[in-house]
T-cell receptor, first 114, second 109 residues
Framework: SQTIHQWPATLVQPVGSPLSLECTVE??????LYWYRQAAGRGLQLLFYSVGIGQISSEVPQNLSASRPQDRQFILSSKKLLLSDSGFYLC?????????????FGAGSRLTVL | GQNIDQPTEMTATEGAIVQINCTYQ??????LFWYQQHAGEAPTFLSYNVLDGLEEKGRFSSFLSRSKGYSYLLLKELQMKDSASYLCAAMDSNYQLIWGAGTKLIIKP
């Protein structure tokens, strides 16, 4: 069966520090992968998506970046965190189910920037 | 612009029925999703509608009216474990998901 792992689960970082969140998927090959951010009282915001190794599409200009060094690995990074980067970050992969692309999410990473 | 509207919070009683509404405005339409999200956890898929009508799946049902840009999620025989946020998301013509802010459902005994 397919599983998605995301870590770390929580982290507290000072402003200006770097960030690395990692996501790996098991049990599937060549998945579409996504990074979302969820802020309180707002809908999920798509940050990046990837259809293959080295292929990254950015949806929102920001100080975050993403990389896909391996087929089932997706990394979210920042060189210098801002206060506004605080939030709940979710990695997801999609599978076609009954004609729809259904997202399966990782457990999430809660980031607090101080 | 593209927009999803759903109530911020609803309260219901254990054993009762609750209907969570969602209206959407998107550039084109390729389906409507409902996800459940318990506090501090990731969203999990509940339902997908692309044609008008009601889709029933156990205690949960989802309805879509494309002409009205409207959907609802119906939860029957409410249980305490149904306390969660329910996220509505519409897929536009580019197959991008537009997400609502979620409806927090509080179940009281």
């Amino acid at each position: 069966s397919q599983t998605i792992h995301q870590w770390p689960a929580t982290l507290v970082q000072p402003v200006g520090s770097p960030l690395s969140l990692e996501c790996t998927v098991e049990g599937t090959s060549n998945p579409n992968l996504y990074w979302y951010r969820q802020a309180a009282g707002r809908g999920l915001q798509l940050l990046f998506y990837s259809v293959g190794i080295g292929q990254i599409s950015s949806e929102v200009p920001q100080n975050l970046s993403a990389s896909r060094p391996q087929d089932r690995q997706f990394i979210l990074s920042s060189k210098k965190l801002l206060l506004s980067d605080s939030g709940f970050y979710l990695c997801a992969w999609s599978v076609e189910l009954g004609g729809a692309n259904v997202l399966t999410f990782g457990a999430g990473s809660r980031l607090t920037v101080l | 612009g593209q927009n999803i509207d759903q109530p911020t919070e609803m309260t219901a009683t254990e054993g009762a029925i609750v209907q969570i509404n969602c209206t959407y405005q998107t550039s084109g339409f390729n389906g409507l999703f409902w996800y459940q999200q318990h506090a501090g956890e990731a969203p999990t898929f509940l339902s997908y509608n692309v044609l008008d009508g009601l889709e029933e799946k156990g205690r949960f049902s989802s309805f879509l009216s494309r002409s009205k840009g409207y959907s609802y999620l119906l939860l029957k025989e409410l249980q305490m474990k149904d306390s969660a946020s329910y996220l509505c998301a519409a897929m536009d013509s580019n197959y991008q998901l537009i997400w609502g802010a979620g409806t927090k459902l509080i179940i009281k005994p």
